[in-house]
């Protein structure tokens, strides 16, 4: 079973950050229209688990206009 940290952090660097880069935009400004600092970025990419904070999660889907709940779902397809 993957570890559901885990599985959020992979969600959003790979379908959010990643897409992010490839235009050329950088790491700090993905943070700041986000909400949260970069070095949660960093912790989020990071291959060390992050216990991501429902806080942080829910900063970062306010700012892609999707809810919670919306979230739970796509990371579970």
């Given at each position: 079973m993957t570890?559901?940290?885990?599985k959020?952090?992979l969600y959003?660097t790979?379908k959010?950050?990643?897409?992010w880069?490839?235009?050329g935009?950088s790491?700090?400004?993905?943070a700041k229209?986000?909400?949260?600092?970069e070095?949660?970025?960093?912790?989020?990419?990071s291959e060390?688990t992050?216990r991501?904070?429902v806080e942080?999660?829910?900063r970062i889907?306010?700012?892609?206009k999707?809810?919670?709940?919306?979230?739970?779902?796509?990371?579970?397809?």
């Amino acid at each position: 079973m993957t570890d559901i940290n885990e599985k959020i952090c992979l969600y959003i660097t790979k379908k959010w950050l990643i897409p992010w880069l490839q235009e050329g935009k950088s790491q700090n400004s993905f943070a700041k229209n986000h909400g949260v600092e970069e070095s949660t970025i960093r912790k989020i990419k990071s291959e060390e688990t992050y216990r991501i904070p429902v806080e942080t999660l829910f900063r970062i889907c306010e700012a892609r206009k999707i809810s919670l709940s919306d979230f739970f779902k796509l990371i579970n397809e």
